[in-house]
């Protein structure tokens, strides 16, 4: 699943038994104890998803989840002893995305955390298809101006060649078959003819890589197709 989970959890038997099953899930599970050591371990780790104790030493997890929706919008869940409606508004008023109490069914915590990165996932989607310029490492694309800079120098593309560029780069490492690419970009379908679409990649190779020999941002998947990779 190649999930990161930032898990903020002082008792060690709750933290223990959380981790070991979301780590059969697929996830990988990043263990903190204190509030105040969870925002610098969130700042370097990035993690995909953070789950809350209300009661830490250092920080309580109202005052982390707070701190951590001033700079981002990644999922919360916070998980309490606590019942009370007043605790649960609270949480979800400071920007928790979910609250649930202990004790709690592991396979309803893991079914809310899918929902919640399903949820993650589509928004990144959404916002990145949304975007009038594409950033990468060594790589920019305004869609709106037609224009490509490459290790900081402007390259001139073809129409063509600039369609098949945004239309691999707004889906980072997605594999397109030949076939699929002809008939986004030609808007028709290729009835076998690959060698159009294999003559415009090299092409655009040509301009935008910095050894076409040795591509970095166009990948060939043999017997698949090509993908973009964010170098």
Request: charged share 30%.
């Amino acid at each position: 699943m190649d999930k990161k989970i930032l898990l903020v959890e002082d008792d060690p038997e709750i933290r223990n038994f959380i981790k070991l099953y979301l780590t059969k899930d697929g996830y990988e599970v990043i263990e903190v104890e204190r509030g105040d050591l969870a925002l610098e371990v969130f700042a370097r780790e990035n993690p995909d998803l953070v789950m809350l104790d209300i009661l830490l030493p250092g920080l309580d997890g109202i005052e982390v989840c707070r701190e951590i929706r001033k700079t981002s919008i990644v999922p919360i869940i916070i998980l309490s002893n606590k019942i009370d409606e007043t605790d649960k508004i609270i949480g979800l008023t400071v920007g928790a995305d979910d609250y649930i109490t202990k004790p709690f069914s592991p396979r309803e915590l893991s079914a809310r955390i899918r929902t919640h990165l399903r949820r993650k996932m589509y928004y990144d989607k959404q916002q990145h298809e949304k975007k009038s310029v594409l950033t990468f490492d060594h790589l920019t694309i305004d869609l709106a101006r037609h224009l490509v800079v490459s290790y900081g120098k402007e390259v001139d593309l073809s129409a063509k060649e600039f369609n098949l560029l945004i239309c691999m780069a707004k889906h980072p490492g997605r594999i397109f078959s030949v076939e699929e690419l002809y008939e986004r970009v030609w808007g028709e379908f290729s009835f076998g003819d690959t060698r159009t679409v294999n003559v415009h990649i090299s092409s655009l190779r040509k301009k935008i890589e910095r050894d076409p020999a040795k591509p970095e941002f166009i990948l060939t998947v043999r017997g698949a197709g090509y993908k973009f990779m964010n170098v």
